[in-house]
């Protein structure tokens, strides 16, 4: 699993005092697969381990202390605080739909070979919808019961207790007896499944978060798109996003850009040109997209579009529209 990929340490927190606690030496254990247990344990929230790791010492550890159960011992001492600042971004949606679709856009944060979202009903029953837990690797059996146990700790604290969880589909033989499965998930589950899935209410996704806080999650949104690279995402992308958050609130540089991004002005510029742009070609298409939908979106006056997309006065804008559109702003927003 994850051959390449790296993974947050915090996925194994509570890990080595579990082994202690089972008879076995975690910190050995831990040494064996090279992972520093300081890592797990928080020291540096941001340590990451390789994903492989993180797999074999789950099954290693399963099976060298006989605990089948392992993946779900563990899931019981774990929450959304392994999540780190997506746990934030989440635990502050407005919906458990909005906390869902927040996990599942920003999951790559915690390790980029996960997934998880709404799929239809694998078993097709009116009124109910999946929580899929995926990968894009093959899911060791620990790793899957630890993975869609956490999950359902976390949707059930979202939720406040329990959510009409239907039954749970595996995609593994059983592992220990199926009281212990219930026991955890309070609800039927189904083994040898072709994938992890919470079977729950449809309507569960409509349900509102209590104490949840707008901005608290937009600024753990704006954490996590500049702090952390989402996989195959671009330079240019990166710089885009710099941008877009730029206009309006003063002069768009390369330099402040950088800073950003944390890297050197001609580091940047070398990039863009090897991905065949430049800083201003990505400032003017940033420019262009934000005058159109200011334009024929709203009533703002023009002498205001011009401030809020950059430029410096109206007929900057007029100048501007023409080129990019054809057309002066009175006429494009007459045609929208």
Request: net charge neutral.
């Amino acid at each position: 699993m994850g051959t390449g990929s790296l993974t947050r340490a915090r996925a194994l927190r509570g890990l080595p005092e579990l082994i202690g606690e089972l008879g076995g030496d975690g910190p050995a254990m831990f040494a064996r697969f090279r992972i520093p247990v300081a890592a797990v344990d928080g020291a540096d929230p941001d340590a990451l381990v390789p994903t492989r790791s993180v797999a074999r010492v789950l099954e290693t550890a399963a099976g060298e202390l006989s605990c089948p159960d392992l993946g779900l011992r563990l899931a019981e001492r774990q929450g959304p605080e392994i999540l780190g600042p997506l746990a934030v971004a989440v635990q502050n949606s407005a919906t458990l739909g909005a906390a869902l679709e927040c996990a599942s856009r920003y999951l790559y944060v915690h390790s980029p070979v996960l997934t998880v979202g709404s799929v239809p009903d694998p078993e097709d029953a009116p009124g109910v919808t999946g929580l899929e837990y995926g990968s894009t690797d093959p899911m060791p059996p620990q790793v899957a019961d630890l993975g869609v146990g956490v999950l359902h700790r976390i949707v059930r604290l979202l939720a406040g207790g329990a959510y009409g969880l239907r039954s749970v589909h595996l995609p593994h033989p059983r592992l220990t007896a199926p009281e212990r499965y219930r026991a955890f998930f309070d609800a039927e589950v189904r083994f040898d499944r072709p994938a992890a899935v919470l079977r729950v209410p449809a309507d569960l996704v409509r349900r509102p978060l209590a104490g949840g806080d707008e901005t608290v999650r937009a600024i753990a949104i704006d954490y996590l798109e500049t702090h952390f690279d989402r996989p195959g995402r671009t330079v240019a992308d990166r710089v885009r996003t710099a941008v877009d958050r730029s206009l309006g609130s003063g002069p768009v540089r390369v330099g402040s850009v950088a800073r950003l991004l944390r890297v050197h002005p001609r580091t940047l510029q070398r990039h863009l040109a090897a991905e065949d742009t430049t800083f201003e070609r990505i400032v003017d298409e940033a420019r262009r997209d934000l005058a159109e939908r200011l334009i024929t979106r709203t009533d703002l006056p023009f002498s205001q579009v011009a401030g809020m997309v950059g430029l410096a006065e109206q007929s900057a804008l007029t100048r501007s529209s023409r080129r990019w559109f054809g057309s002066p702003p009175r006429e494009l927003r007459r045609q929208a």
